[in-house]
């Protein structure tokens, strides 16, 4: 019996051994998890290799960068204060698809866009674990943003 429980209370997509989990989640359905998962390297200046994955406890669906040293230039962050709500997002393209990952106070989700139109959006079911300052610094800036390069200070513009 406490063989049972051990398999189905572990995560299926908890982050590595060698990493750190920056960003976690079980979506508000309960079938699906939401990771960011990074590398610690001191010598590099904090986290590294940064990596997101989804998925159930059966099947991982999507990792992405597949090679987590190009998480850096291919995972773009930004973040500001709404009024006196903190709100984040972490954004990356893959093929067609567009994916963002964002905090809007204590709730956070992943949304899918193609062009201009959202396909999708899974939000989390529970206050997620996140390391936004760590997750800012092992991502390049999304200068998309409304505040620019200003998005991405370490101290997040005021929208009004």
Known sequence: MAAFLLIFSTPAL??????AT???????????????CA??????GGYQSLQYRYGTTGKTELVFPENRRDGKKLLA???AFDKNIYVWSLRFANGDYTYRVFGLGDDAGVEVWKKKKRLAQVMCGERPHAMTSDI???????TKNPF?????????????
């Open 22 to 36: 920056l960003f976690s989640c079980l979506a508000k359905d309960q079938s699906h998890t939401i990771e960011l």
């Open 136 to 142: 800012r610094r092992a991502a390049s800036c999304d």
């Open 77 to 79: 962050f930004a973040h």
């Open 39 to 44: 590398v610690r390297d001191d010598a590099a």
């Open 14 to 19: 908890a982050c590595g051994n060698d990493e």
């Open 148 to 160: 620019g390069a200003a998005g991405c200070s370490e101290n997040p513009p005021s929208r009004k």
